[in-house]
């Protein structure tokens, strides 16, 4: 059952993130640090537990197996690179950033992508990132979704590429990475960590 939870929710966020931009979205205009060719979706999603569908990814044709392991589907989704895994356009992207730039990045573990994080864990990320020498932070958002509060966070890094490389191999997992997107960033709207 965990199996099948764990593909229903990564098809679920390819599904949404290939739906566009959301209307609000759309109006924010103003300078971003990434190359004009990265595209303004917003990857951060909420999914919703009761679903019971399971969407087409356009990725896929036919049934999608049930059998194999969230590793295995995400050698299939993503581009690895060293400790670090994303979408492959994007993993070129920062490969072709200038590499002496600092830019933010969002950093989350298997366990965020998969909705069991907490607070406690984004913190333990941005630290070690933090004891790297990067500049880290965790953000929270705080909204209302069918009458129930909900609360997210965001772990954001800021580094040279050339830094945010070198650091892969000290990593003590692999990592989703993604730029952060100008839509995120206001939507994440409030600094827990590092604490005022």
Known sequence: MKRRATLLLILCMIFLAACGKRPEA?????????????????????????????????????????????????????????????????????????QDEPYSFVVRTDAMLQGGDTLDDHIAL??????????????????????????????IITTTPAHFWEISGSLEEKLHVEQLYQSVDIRFDTVVWPEG
């Not at 971003?32 to 537990?49: E, F, I, K, N």
Request: aromatic letters at 10%.
């Open 26 to 98: 759309a109006t924010i205009v103003t300078a971003s640090p990434w190359p004009s060719h990265a595209p303004g979706a917003t990857p951060y999603v909420r999914l919703q537990a009761e679903s019971s569908t399971t969407p087409n990814s356009g990725t896929h044709q036919g049934p999608v197996e049930h059998s194999e392991s969230y590793e295995d589907i995400i050698r299939k989704l993503y581009t690895e690179d060293g400790n670090y895994y994303g979408k492959d356009w994007e993993m070129q992207m920062f490969r072709e950033l200038p």
């Open 126 to 155: 941005a630290q070690e990132f933090a004891e790297l020498g990067c500049e880290a932070k965790v953000k929270e958002m705080r909204s209302i979704e069918d009458g129930k509060e909900f609360t997210a966070w965001v772990t």
